[in-house]
Antibody, heavy 124, light 109 residues
């Protein structure tokens, strides 16, 4: 069964670049989109973007220009880079696999499985 | 962008009771809705996809229903481990974008 393993907690200063990795085990990156989501303290979930094994990406427009998602097929992992961080980027960052069903009734998507989450703190 | 509204924000229930959580969307999304459960300090866990299909390993007391713009997650015979945060989720295929409801917190009465 596919499992996602994220790197450990991060503490950054404002204006630095956040780099996170999600390692996929028990399966391949091929055939799926892989996504990042974040959750500020005490708040809801915000979608960051997604990346496919081909390198194709889609981003949340609110972060476009600061975020870059990539894949490393040789290491079976995908990564997030967020530049020029501020305190507003303090959150737990999750990685997940995008799954879908194209059966009768239209396309359906969901995120499963998820990584365990990486707490990220931005503070001066 | 499609807006998702969950209600109530917080609901207090007791073990053994039944509870229904609501999620409404601003546009018709057919059955393209998922539900997740998040316990404190944990990652979200998929419960329901396609509005009504239980994910692998999810107990039968969790039921998803609805289509179009009105959706519900009903939990029967509530157990202690069910006290958590619940999110509904839409992943739009074009433009590709994910949206989550603001969440409903299920707490012990």
């Amino acid at each position: 069964q596919v499992q996602l393993q994220q790197s450990g907690a991060r503490v950054l200063r404002p204006s630095e670049t956040l780099s996170l990795t999600c390692v996929v085990s028990g399966g391949s990156l091929s055939g799926h989109y892989w996504t990042w989501i974040r959750q500020p303290p005490g708040k809801g979930l915000e979608w960051i973007g997604e990346v496919k094994e081909s390198g194709g990406t889609n981003y949340n427009s609110s972060l476009r220009g600061r975020v870059l998602l990539s894949v490393d097929m040789s290491m079976n992992q995908f990564s997030l880079s967020l530049k020029s961080v501020t305190a507003a980027d303090t959150a737990v960052y999750f990685c997940a696999r995008v799954s879908f069903d194209a059966a009768v009734g239209g396309l359906k998507f969901w995120f499963d499985p998820w990584g365990q989450g990486t707490p990220v703190t931005v503070s001066s | 962008e499609i807006v998702m509204t969950q209600s109530p924000e917080i609901v207090s229930v007791s073990v053994g009771e039944r509870v229904t959580l609501s999620c409404r969307t601003s546009e018709n999304i057919r059955s393209n809705l998922a539900w997740y459960q998040q316990s404190p300090g944990q990652a979200p866990r998929l419960l329901i996809y396609g509005a009504s299909t239980r994910a692998n390993g999810v107990p039968a007391r969790f039921n998803g229903s609805g289509s179009g713009t009105d959706f519900a997650l009903t939990i029967h015979n509530l157990q202690a481990e069910d006290f958590a945060l619940y999110f509904c989720h839409l992943y739009n295929n074009w433009p590709r974008h994910a949206t989550f409801g603001q969440g409903t917190k299920l707490e012990s009465k």
